[in-house]
């Protein structure tokens, strides 16, 4: 009789066990999603220069698993680029669908400094480099390109390793108010140069006004890089 019971209570944990293995079975693995997920929404973001990190999920989720391979798919508002979701659907016998945060970052090209920049410092090739990171989204304002910030001026003390955007550089002052400088009138094929005077500040590119000399009309020109302002109609200012 005890041989029995023994018998019987083995019988009984192999049942329970192999049922327990079943239960597990039936039950749809969260890494298979996130796995589905990630491939598709890797794909859809290009795939190269691109980096991928879908979010985890709740660890008490228990849906029954897919009789069919898992359908992975875009939803309205998805994006490929920084915070979105995307779905995964089971289209078997016991259908289900769900939604899978993710963040997508992508390789983007930023100027930094390449040493410490102290403000008022005309920056030179040597001062800037070019790196790139993994960013869910360009910055606003963010140089690209160190052609960019050469020769411009620093705003303020700028650390080594900074990020550069348009905020903390100017362009050089070129013409100073009251400065001589050359007037080049042009208006259609003629061009003509004439001796002006600088009534305002200008950097490099803006706008300022000038009194010719010869006609004693206030006009307004582009600063040039060589200290020229250029008129391109010469209509005077109110």
Do not use: Y
């Amino acid at each position: 009789m005890h041989l029995d019971r023994q018998v019987i209570a083995w019988g009984l944990a192999a049942a329970l066990t192999g049922a327990g293995a079943d239960a597990r079975a039936a039950i749809q693995a969260l890494d298979e999603i996130r796995g589905v997920a990630h491939d598709f929404l890797l794909a859809a973001a290009g795939g190269e220069g691109v980096d991928v990190e879908v979010g985890r999920l709740d660890a008490r989720l228990r849906l029954q698993r897919c009789d069919q391979q898992l359908t992975p798919f875009m939803p309205p508002g998805g994006r490929t680029s920084g915070h979105t979701s995307i779905g995964v659907r089971c289209e078997g016998s016991m259908p289900w669908t769900l939604f899978v945060p993710a963040l997508v970052r992508r390789a983007q090209d930023l100027v930094v400094a390449a040493r410490p920049i102290a403000r008022g410092t005309i920056l030179s090739a040597a001062d800037v480099t070019l790196v790139t990171k993994l960013l869910p989204s360009a910055p606003g304002g963010v140089l690209v390109s160190p052609e960019v910030a050469v020769g411009r001026v620093a705003l303020r003390d700028i650390a080594s390793g900074t990020t550069l955007n348009a905020n903390q550089l100017k362009a050089p002052q070129i013409v100073r108010r009251g400065q001589a400088v050359t007037l080049s009138l042009a208006n259609g094929p003629v061009a003509v140069r004439v001796a002006g005077t600088a009534l305002k500040d200008g950097t490099l590119g803006e706008r300022i006004p000038v009194r010719n000399l010869n006609s004693k009309r206030v006009v307004e020109g582009v600063v040039l890089a060589d200290g020229r302002v250029e008129v391109t109609a010469a209509r005077p200012l109110p």
